[in-house]
């Protein structure tokens, strides 16, 4: 049973910088896609990127392209969401899933979070001043 355990999050005034971590407790290069979800109060749960862990693929939400990248570090199975020019709309609490297998594209993915296979329990990250 794959575990991902996320870190990274805090407070932060809008535009600044924040970046988390996924440490997976698997070989990443096992799976087919590793990604960043968030949920804000009130609010549902919406896809913000994800990668391929085999040739670093990457797709993210409209909303964060420009100012997220995601990253993958394959031997020491850790996934990262570099995140610049924050928002206060970006708060919310972030969540690193994983997809065992393939057959559907990560822009898929991030429109239905029922795909995923395996969640973490989230960290928050609030933007604020």
């Known amino acids: 049973q794959l575990q991902l355990v996320e870190s990274g999050g805090g407070l932060v005034q809008p535009g600044g910088s924040l970046r988390l971590t996924c440490a997976a407790s698997d070989f990443i290069r096992e799976y087919y896609r590793i990604g960043w979800f968030r949920q804000a109060p009130g609010k549902e749960r919406e896809g913000v990127s994800c990668?391929?862990?085999?040739?670093?693929?990457?797709d993210y939400a409209d909303s964060v392209n420009g100012r997220f990248t995601i990253s993958r570090d394959n031997k020491n199975n850790t996934v990262f969401l570099q995140m610049n020019n924050l928002r206060p709309e970006d708060t919310g609490v972030y969540y690193c899933?994983?997809?065992?297998?393939?057959?559907?594209?990560?822009?898929?993915?991030?429109?239905?979070?029922?795909?995923?296979?395996?969640w973490g329990k989230g960290t928050q990250v609030t933007v604020s001043s």
């Open positions: 899933t994983a997809r065992k297998v393939g057959s559907v594209s990560g822009k898929w993915l991030l429109k239905n979070s029922y795909g995923m296979d395996y």
């Open positions: 990668i391929s862990p085999i040739d670093g693929t990457a």
